[in-house]
């Protein structure tokens, strides 16, 4: 089975300052890593994901991840935040499993708020 | 082009009640999954369909939860005798299927209380 942590379960930060939010997962096979945002009272929205290759991803909103397979690590950063980026932010993996599907597996959420 | 919708957005019932939640997937995903967010967590999965079959309803807690998508395309999932306990968004993602990677795209979810 796979999980997910995410230790910070709420972040300030100051605008235009920069972000990490870190995620660390547990898997015994080869997994898909994503992270995606929700903003409140919406669904999720994926930011961006790392299926294979290149260990540096980047995604919408100038947000980049960097897989770190000995660390087992998909944190994401940003070098400057802004305020429309306050939102809940989940990291998730998913397997192929032998159903045919790939559910995903989410961590707790980091709530990242951004303080003009 | 329209994305995944879910009615209601809001639910409100009582306890021993039964209640419908309804999922329409993005037009041609032959994949739709349901997923319950209680508050402060991430989502955890429910059921995934595959066409019409369940292939996956592992995370369903009990058998007072029962999801069908009888055409293949709709969804509802259903909950008998809700309890307090139940009281979470109830989310859907669709995608299409294949044996690459593919996207699940997600609604907008179901907001229901238990009261």
């Known amino acids: 089975a796979q999980s997910v942590t995410q230790l910070d379960s709420q972040v300030p930060v100051f605008e235009e300052a920069p972000v990490e939010l870190r995620c660390n997962y547990s898997s015994s096979v080869s997994v898909y890593l994503f992270w995606y945002v929700q903003y409140p009272n919406q669904g999720l929205q994926l930011l961006l994901k790392?299926?294979?290759?290149?260990?540096l991803v980047k995604g919408i909103n100038g947000f980049e991840a960097e897989f770190n397979k000995s660390q087992t690590s998909f944190h994401l950063r940003k070098p400057s935040v802004h305020i429309s980026d306050t939102a809940e932010y989940f990291c998730a993996v998913s397997v192929w499993s032998n159903f045919g599907n790939e559910k995903l597996t989410f961590g707790t959420g980091t709530r990242l708020t951004i303080i003009p | 082009g329209a994305g995944v919708s879910q009615t209601p957005s809001n639910k409100v019932t009582e306890k021993g009640k039964y209640v419908e939640l309804r999922c329409d997937p993005i037009?041609?995903?032959?994949?739709l999954y349901w997923y319950r967010q209680s508050l402060g967590q991430g989502p955890e999965f429910l059921i995934y369909?595959?066409?019409?079959?369940?292939?996956?309803d592992s995370g369903l807690p009990n058998d007072r939860f029962f999801a069908v998508r009888p055409e293949g395309s709709v969804s509802t999932l259903k909950i008998q005798r809700t309890e307090r306990g139940d009281s979470a968004m109830y989310l859907c993602?669709?995608?299409?299927?294949?044996?690459?990677?593919?996207?699940?795209?997600f609604g907008p979810g179901t907001r229901l209380t238990v009261l």
């Open positions: 993602a669709s995608s299409q299927w294949g044996t690459q990677y593919n996207e699940q795209f």
């Open positions: 369909f595959q066409g019409t079959g369940a292939a996956d």
């Open positions: 037009s041609g995903h032959t994949a």
């Open positions: 790392y299926l294979s290759g290149s260990t």
